[in-house]
């Protein structure tokens, strides 16, 4: 009688055992890590081109196609910056450090361009880019302008592609 007794007891804790690891494994419902429902892909800002005067850039660019919608009223455009001395070597392979100067609100354009004054210290080697940040995603970077800014000596220089 005590046998049929702990081997009633020993089988109910085995199928306990049985029951828990099954189920907690294969009766959730998750078969892999969570995925973040779709939207569609930040476009690219294509087309940077400057223009520089005095001690200031204008940057324009182009967006391939409107925004609608809650992406078009929640999106700006960010203008980053890097820049160093003119004294210091060039070294081609090493990293750009950028910063964020400039956030531009988008606006609905009929062309699709769009444009933003940056201020300029002489003596320094530039690089810009701009980026479409919307609902807290960032597009791609557009293609970097890059040029230097000679001290005290006022000229016009400009590039588009």
């Known amino acids: 009688m005590v046998r049929g007794a702990v081997f009633s ?10 029951f828990l690891f099954g189920f ?13 429902p779709r939207q569609p892909p930040v476009p690219a800002v294509v ?8 001690q200031s850039v204008t940057l ?8 609608f919608g809650k992406q078009a009223t929640h999106s700006t455009f960010g203008l980053y910056r890097s820049r160093t ?24 354009t009929d062309t699709n361009r ?5 201020s300029l210290d002489p003596g320094y080697r530039y690089v810009f880019k701009v980026r479409l940040e919307t609902d807290g995603r960032t597009g791609p970077d557009s293609n970097p302008v890059q040029f230097d800014h000679m001290p005290d000596v006022p000229f016009e220089q400009s590039e588009t592609p």
């Open 60 to 67: 324009t660019w182009y967006l391939p196609g409107p925004l």
């Open 114 to 118: 769009f444009s933003t004054d940056a």
């Open 9 to 18: 007891v020993i089988m109910l804790i085995l199928a306990g055992i049985f």
């Open 85 to 108: 001395a003119l004294a210091e070597p060039v070294c081609d392979g090493c990293p750009l450090v950028f910063e964020k100067v400039v956030t531009v609100p988008y606006v609905h």
């Open 47 to 54: 087309d940077l081109a400057y223009q520089v005067a005095d």
């Open 24 to 36: 907690s494994y294969f009766g959730c419902g998750i078969k892999g890590p969570p995925v973040p």
